[in-house]
């Protein structure tokens, strides 16, 4: 149940999360109660939440993580417009690169360029 949670959010599961359940299962419970703590909405929605993250991961040039985010936020109702505001974000706190990054990301993930 957890990991088809995580899959849903982050549009698949890491083969490291996998391994983690079967070596250290007491911190694979760990880190998926932090998981769902954290991805809860609150005062931010789950929405809120991961155009945050994607224009961290973007900011952090961090391909897989982009990627990753953005396939789970389709699945929340996350639109391609508030991703890209995110985005915004990232450029003016950490520059073009970032936002290069993570449009680029996002326009393969919407198909409308192709992986490089």
Known sequence: MEEKRLEEKIGKIPVIFKELKETDPD??????GLDQMIWADGALSKQTKKVIAIAIAAALRDGH???AQMA?????GVSKEEIEEGLRV???LAGMPAYVHGKTALEEYLGNRPRK
Do not use: E, H, N
């Open 90 to 92: 990232a450029f003016l």
């Open 27 to 32: 911190l694979y419970a760990s880190v998926m």
């Open 65 to 67: 993580a982009v990627r």
């Open 72 to 76: 789970g936020a389709g699945s929340i």
